[in-house]
């Protein structure tokens, strides 16, 4: 450890009578070796390894996985959060980690997938009417809600409809005009 204060005083200009000396430290215990996190990251159904996925240190670094789903960082020793996110085929992972100086910390994930989105609806009906149309459909496992969209031209470009998700299985349009042909997705 070096401590280097010089010893000159100066001289004061205030009532206060103030005298000030001025110092320099330095502490080598502060120079303290990062530890390595490092694991691999998996599906938890097979085994299969999960390349790509984004291992995120919670107000810190992050790195992705390689092809075979393994990852490396090296972080200051202490205890931090880690996260793994993986798009949209898998459940994110977070978990508290304590790193150690000089050491590996070994931290392997297992992700869950996500369930697979519902099935679109079956059975969609229109039901015209003057300068309306009333949809009707049966109702998708799973689903929380539906969004309704509106073109002029088979394959062409379509509107959202309804501001936030229908909950039950049915929307009447009043935004046509007679005798405009459109399709509804």
């Not at 691999?40 to 996925?53: E, F, Q, R, Y």
């Not at 240190?57 to 996985?65: D, K, L, V, Y």
């Not at 309804?162 to 929307?171: A, E, L, M």
Request: with cysteine; charged share 10%; net charge positive.
């Amino acid at each position: 450890m070096h401590v280097l204060v010089h010893d000159r005083v100066l001289p004061t200009t205030s009532s206060f009578n103030w005298r000030t000396r001025i110092g320099s430290f330095k502490f080598p215990q502060c120079n303290v070796a990062p530890g390595t996190l490092q694991g691999k990251v998996t599906d938890s159904t097979n085994g299969s390894n999960i390349s790509g996925a984004l291992v995120q240190i919670s107000g810190g670094p992050s790195t992705s996985t390689n092809l075979n789903g393994d990852y490396s960082m090296s972080l200051a020793p202490g205890t931090c959060q880690r996260d793994v996110l993986e798009g949209r085929l898998h459940e994110p992972d977070a978990q508290r980690r304590q790193v150690t100086s000089g050491a590996l910390t070994s931290d392997n994930a297992s992700l869950v997938p996500s369930p697979p989105p519902p099935q679109p609806p079956t059975g969609l009906a229109a039901n015209p009417g003057n300068s309306q149309v009333g949809l009707i459909w049966n109702a998708s496992s799973g689903a929380t809600g539906y969004n309704v969209f509106r073109g002029t031209l088979q394959g062409g470009g379509k509107t959202k409809l309804n501001p936030s998700p229908v909950s039950g299985t049915s929307y009447n349009d009043t935004a046509v005009s007679n005798g405009t042909t459109t399709t509804t997705k």
